[in-house]
């Protein structure tokens, strides 16, 4: 299937392909995280600060289980902090807050099976109850454009790959317009070539709509190829190890990006961060 080229304009919002870093949007400051575990406490964090601009695509990497989706988890409000505070547009989080959308790595989880790829995507609109029902088809239709799924919209889930239906979890996520749009290993379950095309097509995507994006990756190649910062934490109690600029241009292409001797800096020094802190919690590797 082709990634379509976007002329999606969604209403009541301007697109912003300037993508520099804004104001902050997000802060998590002065974060403790504690786990209970078999009557032992885990301490992921203790006491992670860290604003986040608007508008920035920040991927966070760093070695398994150092904390990377508790971290969005606690962003997003779906898990409590055990001390600190998180802030969004400058107001404390206690509870998942409007404006925030995740997207998960089990998309066939997150897809009802029952509806049709339209009314999955109808079911992101079913908070705006009010608007009229040529409106909302027209609405979900634009979505299904953005996502590139024209001509698949009376299609079930059993009947599309995995990257569609991602796709498809995916225009549920933003036909609620969010400002933030949290992605915990969306890409992981398909094969390399679908998830090379969309990463191009959250790049496209996230070109087009003034949204901040917070990915989750364990793969470094991807999170420089997508990110304009990347946080690497350290190993739990989890600290920023390395906070990255990453000023390759945008638009960015698989070919052309990859083969870039940056992308081969930024990715070899944060994959050697990763590997040898990796590598040092494995006895006599
Ligand atoms: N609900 C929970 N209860 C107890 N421990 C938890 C819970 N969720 C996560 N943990 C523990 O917290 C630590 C951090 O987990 P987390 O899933 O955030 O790490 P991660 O960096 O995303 O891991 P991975 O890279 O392997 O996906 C791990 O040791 C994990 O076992």
């Not at 920035?56 to 971290?71: A, D, E, Q, V, W």
């Not at 979890?169 to 992981?188: N, Q």
């Amino acid at each position: 299937m082709q990634v379509t080229p976007m002329n999606v304009e969604v209403k009541g919002k301007s697109s912003s392909a300037d993508k520099a870093d804004g104001e902050t949007i997000i802060e998590v400051r002065g974060i403790r995280k504690v786990y209970a575990v078999n009557q032992t406490a885990l301490t992921v964090f203790d006491g992670l600060s860290y604003k986040i601009g608007r508008g920035s695509f920040l991927s966070i990497i760093g070695p398994s289980g150092c904390g990377k989706s508790t971290l969005l988890k606690l962003i997003s409000g779906l898990e409590t902090p055990s001390g600190g505070e998180v802030f969004f547009n400058g107001r404390r989080i206690d509870g998942p807050p409007k404006g925030m959308i995740y997207v998960f790595q089990q998309y066939t989880k997150s897809i009802f099976p029952w509806r049709t790829v339209l009314q999955n995507i109808r079911f992101g609109l079913d908070s705006q109850k009010s608007l009229p029902a040529r409106e909302a088809h027209e609405k979900c239709m634009e979505y299904v454009k953005l996502v590139g799924l024209q001509g698949y919209e009376n299609y079930y889930p059993y009947q599309l790959s995995g990257g569609m239906q991602q796709r498809v979890v995916i225009a549920r996520a933003l036909i609620c317009e969010p400002d933030v749009l949290l992605m915990d290993e969306p890409f992981s379950a398909v094969d390399a070539m679908t998830r090379a095309i969309l990463q191009e097509l959250i790049l496209k995507i996230w070109s087009t709509l003034p949204i901040t994006v917070l990915f989750v990756t364990h793969d470094v190649d991807e999170a420089v190829f997508l990110s304009n910062r990347i946080v690497s934490l350290g190993r739990a109690p989890a600290t920023v190890r390395e906070d990255v600029a990453i000023d390759l241009a945008y638009p960015r292409d698989q070919i052309r990006t990859r083969g870039e001797e940056r992308f081969n800096g930024f990715r070899q020094r944060l994959f050697s961060s990763i590997f040898l802190q990796e590598k040092e919690g494995i006895p006599n590797a």
